[in-house]
């Protein structure tokens, strides 16, 4: 039987993005997909020598190919595995004569695989067999080691095997949509808020020298510091590994206003990590069963990103449990079981953040590495955080104010001085001036405190 094949992509002229080692291989993998189809065709042996090219060393270049290959150490059959699960999330294509020959030969299994919705060759681990080895019970059986968990490939989850059907050869592969985008972009695009990714990325503009708290306070987070530049000699080298459980928990507690967020979201800027922020009191949901689903989005993308997960107004999914009987009750206690145990198994930084300490319930407080009160300021900082926040370089605004006094007069919050300092700059605006004097400051004051219920002193 004559085999007319027409391949030749030529990755190079149509996809630049792509690394050359990554065209190169991908080349390298057209070739044998061609050599194997003649072969199966004319009904010889299926013997065929993998030849991945090299991996060159470019130290001014940094490819994410290249460094997973020598990272890991992939063996030539993990290695075709990744790029077979890359063509056919990107270039599907070059898979179709794979298609071709398995609808004509329907009565031979070897080629594996199986047509997808779209009409593409979807492989699965049987095609993995019928390209990378020469079908040997001994070949099969490490391709079932690897692909049953043992492999880096799965354990950092690169790529994922995935079937409803029972027959582990007939399981499809797939690559992570995270390292999809690696080795086309050399990048992650960042998830957006959505209902399919219930959490928002957060950042400023501050910096770590900005952050106004208690000496106690910046000690503690000092901690979370230590434990991420540490984690891996602790837990590798020296075997706390054995011990501890992974990742850290803390819990941020104290008034609306007191440095919480800030804190968490500097803290990730000051050790290069995305803070990921989950707004609990907008994801709770009232059906049963769909607040854990939502949750389980956020950890699903977290997992080996070392983000830091945030979750504000904690108190709304994780206050005490009541003791009823009633099957809502049984069934949130359940799924409020579950996100802990999901917390803390989550290798990465956990940060709950609540106004109301009292009311989180011991079963996660027990749980924390770290419980950290943010107190209302006191005199001193509460004067650091007026001048660092009206004396700003750039500004035209001059507040022709007693610091010291305003300092001492009133307990207000890190977050409140921020309210009042954003009314008195717009109020200036409006009236063209650029002078704050104490009466007006005191009017955006006594409002500040209106709004909080409190009021100012005679």
Partial sequence: MNVVICFNIQFNAYIPMLSVQLQKDLLVLENLIQQKVELFA?????????????????????????????????????????LLAFVYAYYPLMLDFLLQYKLQFQ?????????????????????????????????????????????????????QIESEE???????????????????????????????????????????????????????????????????????????????KPGYKALFYGPSGTGKTMAAVLLGKKLGIDVYKIDVSQLVSKYIGETAKNLEKVFHQAENKNWILFFDEAESLFSKRGNSNSSNDKYSNQEVGYLLQRIEDYSGIVI??????????????????????????????????????????????????????????????????ANVIRECVYRCVQHDSIIVDPISLEKSIKRELQKQGKYMRA
């Fill in 352 to 417: 709950l953040a609540t106004n109301l300490k009292s009311v989180i319930d011991d079963a996660f407080t027990r749980r924390f590495q770290n419980i950290i009160n943010f107190p209302i300021p006191d005199e001193d900082q509460r004067f650091l955080l007026w001048t660092s926040m009206t004396k700003l370089p750039n500004s035209p605004i001059e507040f022709h104010v007693d610091y010291k006094k305003l300092s001492q007069s009133y307990e207000l919050t890190g977050g409140m001085i």
């Fill in 42 to 82: 004319s009904g010889q042996e299926l013997s065929v020598e993998l030849s991945w090219k090299n991996i060159e060393t470019d130290d001014e270049v940094f490819d994410y190919y290249h460094d997973l290959v020598k990272h890991y150490q992939l063996s030539e059959i993990e290695r075709g595995t990744l």
């Fill in 166 to 244: 029972n027959h582990f050869f007939n399981k499809t592969i797939n690559i992570s949509s995270d390292y999809r985008e690696l080795l086309l972009n050399q990048k992650i695009n960042k998830p957006d808020f959505s209902s399919e990714f219930p959490a928002k990325l957060v950042s400023t503009n501050s910096n770590w020298e900005d952050l106004i708290l208690a000496d106690e306070v910046m000690q503690e987070l000092n901690l979370i510091e230590v434990w991420q530049n540490t984690k891996n000699q602790v837990y590798d080298q020296w075997g706390f590994g054995n011990i501890f």
């Fill in 107 to 159: 009565d031979r299994k070897n080629l594996g695989g199986k047509s997808d919705s779209n009409q593409y060759f979807k492989p699965t681990i049987e095609t993995a067999v019928f390209l990378f080895t020469n079908g040997s019970i001994d070949e099969r059986t490490l391709l079932y080691e690897l692909f049953n968990g043992k492999s880096w490939l799965l354990k950092h989850e690169i790529i």
